[in-house]
């Protein structure tokens, strides 16, 4: 598949779920009105060739412009009246994260061959699953993932040769970000979905035995 296309197909499907009236399921703690500003100044900057290029300690990246708006918003969604010992769980979940995302990317690079879906998802994917695992929050979600793919993105520059440049906000970048907090949010709903369908199985379970011994 083309760079671009995932993107734009789970962006497609992310407007679908809000304007149908799926969020409060899919991203009830994210404000709508922060969001469509925010995409729409994203949207605007991505035709825009302006890369911030960093060589440090022979790790060369070029960072997009979107992409520093984007880190600098999702700075905002640490914001809260979660306490501070949270919060740095949370810092700690994306480091773990970032450092997942950047082997796996830099063990496909040598030999592609055991993956696991596509070279190019696998990393993603598996972030997005943990980072459905450690947080259920859409916000806390987004920061994470975010951070995580960026971070992930210059250690993997940083495992390989001096000639290497990651270019993070390119189109293929962007694909490995909407894929994993479109997992993130897919696996926080699942279990959300088996808890309650649990919950429900529990309670019919009890009151056949109650009824039972009545």
Not at 23 to 30: C, I, T
Not at 56 to 72: A, I, K, T
Not at 142 to 157: K, Q, R, T
Not at 160 to 170: E, F
Request: glycine share 6%; hydrophobic share 55%; with cysteine.
């Amino acid at each position: 598949m083309n760079p671009g296309y995932m993107s734009l197909w789970i962006i497609i499907v992310f407007l679908i779920l809000m304007a149908t009236g799926w969020k409060p399921s899919f991203a009830p703690d994210m404000n709508r009105r922060t969001m469509t500003i925010l995409g729409i100044v994203i949207a605007a900057l991505l035709p825009v060739s302006l890369w911030w290029s960093q060589t440090s300690y022979d790790v060369h990246f070029e960072l997009h412009v979107s992409v520093s708006l984007l880190l600098l918003a999702s700075l905002l969604t640490y914001k809260g009246d979660e306490e501070l010992s949270y919060k740095g769980y949370l810092v700690l979940c994306t480091f773990m994260i970032a450092a997942i995302w950047g082997f796996i990317r830099k063990m496909y690079s040598l030999d592609p061959v055991f993956y696991w879906i596509d070279p190019a998802w696998d990393a993603p994917l598996l972030a997005g699953v943990l980072c459905g695992a450690f947080t259920f929050q859409a916000k806390h979600q987004f920061g994470m993932i975010v951070w995580s793919a960026v971070l992930g993105e210059v250690l993997h520059a940083a495992l390989q040769p001096n000639n290497y440049t990651a270019l993070i906000g390119s189109l293929s970048w962007w694909d490995s970000f909407w894929i994993a907090f479109a997992t993130a949010r897919m696996f926080s709903l699942i279990v959300k979905l088996a808890r309650i369908s649990f919950s429900k199985l529990y309670g019919l379970l009890w009151y056949l035995r109650g009824g039972r011994s009545s």
